[in-house]
């Protein structure tokens, strides 16, 4: 049995020929490697590469965020005769959230979760191996040299751990549930099996060599890098052991983290971030979002700002990594004039004490996931985006606010202006992108496409 797996054109990327965003689709690597090692056949398509010509009669579709659930859908419909006699499976964290009914509403009742380890057994008449134990060589080898050559040219994602302890109310990764209202599940950060993780890395490492490239630029998909010291600090161990065999390739790191487990590293075990620093770390993502008490209180977000200046000001003097103020703002409820304030003088003063990379991001109330997304008040919108499935555009957190993320008018445009004073700091690595609103005239929605062209997040 083939099965094809196809990795959806980045939703800003030109409606032509040329490349599309060039990005290592790591999740579906590891889903074409669990597959591989199951004894299936698997053709990969990455749609920013090549245009895809699907034959099999089994199609696997990522979606890496909400804004990709109409790309899903599009080929599907395209595809559609392929697929009745056959499977349609999409999964991936933009759709991890939707209820059951919600999923069949937008792909149709005969396609298949590719999240529910279930479900795909059944689908594919055998079992699937776990993400944590299955090396991503055999999916690494699917692709041509010039295909992985061009992916390792740029950064690219390194798959080491999912998931994460705390529970954002906002935040649509696989986190912790702690409303027993709506649902309730404490989770743990998963790190994959560390031979395998060594296993890739090296193979990634000496690809790199064989190509000439003389460094490897590597996005961790940790949640909250320091949330697991010992585990963390294994994986430093082994980059350094990569480092040390393959010398002409230097690994240059990055990712994302909450002050707070950022902080307890540091206190406690210090050698973890030193030993990260030294296998190549270089910039760490701090989630501050937002500016008071009184929002991070209604979030869930566990800091207080003297911890937020903490970390960004330790993590810069004392281990020379470069900080980034990540702002998750605006949140409908929470946030008012002085916080969205607060929030602009957070980010500058930062960025000027402790060259704190500004990046912005308007919070979504309603992602598939989230808090938003499982209540009752919501409810309209929802049913609204189901209906309207371009829609899920305006929940990508680089686009301004619009009459769906932020019904009041004038909070609306008090949450727009504190975005853009932000995303004006000449160091500011957000791409601010307009809403493609199904609802404005044509000649406005024509205009939010094309400015949004090539404006890729990172
Ligand atoms: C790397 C990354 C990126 C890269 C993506 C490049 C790429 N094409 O892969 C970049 C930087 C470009 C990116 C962009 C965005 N990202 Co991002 N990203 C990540 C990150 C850090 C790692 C993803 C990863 O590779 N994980 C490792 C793999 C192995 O795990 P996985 O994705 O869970 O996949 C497993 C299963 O889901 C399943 N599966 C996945 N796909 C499929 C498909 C099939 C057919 C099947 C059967 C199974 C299956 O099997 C996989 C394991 O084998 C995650 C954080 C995280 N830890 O997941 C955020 C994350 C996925 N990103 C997120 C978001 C929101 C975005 C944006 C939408 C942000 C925005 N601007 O709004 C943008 C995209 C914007 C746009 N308009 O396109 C959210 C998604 C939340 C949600 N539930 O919607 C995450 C979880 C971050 C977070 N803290 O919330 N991102
Ligand atoms: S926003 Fe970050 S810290 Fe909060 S639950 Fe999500 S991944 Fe965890």
Request: charged share 20%; hydrophobic share 40%.
């Amino acid at each position: 049995m083939t099965v094809t797996l196809v990795q959806p054109r980045h939703i800003y990327a030109p409606e032509s020929d040329e490349f599309g965003h060039v990005y290592m689709p790591t999740s579906l690597l590891s889903v074409a490697a669990r597959f591989v090692k199951s004894g299936l056949e698997v053709q990969l398509v990455d749609e920013n590469v090549t245009k895809s010509e699907i034959t099999g009669s089994v199609v696997g579709i990522n979606v890496i965020g909400a804004p990709y659930i109409n790309s899903a859908i599009t080929i599907l419909k395209r595809y559609q005769s392929l697929i009745s006699n056959g499977v349609a499976l999409v999964g991936g964290q933009g759709v991890r959230g939707l209820s059951t009914r919600e999923f069949s509403s937008l792909f149709g009742i005969n396609t298949i979760r590719g999240d529910d380890p279930t479900a795909l057994a059944t689908a594919l008449a055998r079992n699937i191996s776990s993400k944590e134990t299955t090396s991503l060589i055999p999916a690494y080898q699917l692709l041509p040299d010039t295909v992985l050559r061009g992916y390792l040219s740029g950064e690219f994602c390194f798959y080491l751990s999912q998931g994460c302890k705390f529970s954002c109310t906002f935040c649509a990764g696989e986190r912790s549930q702690t409303n027993r209202a709506i649902a309730y599940g404490l989770i743990s950060e998963s790190y994959r099996q560390m031979d395998v993780t060594s296993e890739d890395l090296l193979f990634l490492a000496q690809k790199a060599k064989f190509f000439g490239l003389g460094e490897l630029n590597i996005y961790l998909s940790n949640l909250d890098l320091f949330q697991t010291p010992e585990l963390l600090y294994e994986f430093s161990r082994i980059a350094h052991h990569i480092r040390r065999k393959v010398p002409e390739v230097s690994i240059r790191m990055r990712g994302l983290s909450t002050v707070k487990s950022f902080l307890s590293c540091h206190k406690k075990n210090k050698r973890v971030v030193v030993s990260m620093v030294d296998a190549g770390l270089e910039r760490v993502g701090f989630g501050i979002d937002g500016a008071t008490p009184h929002v991070w209180k209604e979030t869930k977000k566990p800091q207080q700002a003297s911890q937020c200046i903490e970390a960004i000001m330790v993590s810069n003097k004392e281990y020379g990594l470069i900080p980034e103020s990540l702002m998750v703002f605006g949140h409908n409820g929470a946030d008012d004039e002085n916080s969205l304030d607060a929030s602009v003088r957070f980010v500058n003063e930062t960025r000027t004490m402790y060259q704190s990379v500004p990046r912005p991001h308007v919070a979504k109330d309603i992602i598939p996931g989230n808090d938003g997304w499982k209540s009752a008040v919501f409810r309209p919108r929802i049913d609204y985006l189901l209906r309207t499935p371009s829609a899920f555009q305006l929940l990508d957190f680089t686009t301004l606010p619009s009459w769906l993320t932020h019904p009041d008018p004038h909070f609306r445009r008090r949450v727009s202006s504190a975005f853009l004073a932000i995303c004006d700091f000449e160091d500011c690595l957000t791409k601010y992108t307009l809403p493609e609103d199904p609802e404005a005239v044509p000649s406005e929605l024509e205009f939010a496409k094309s400015f949004n062209s090539g404006r890729y997040d990172i």
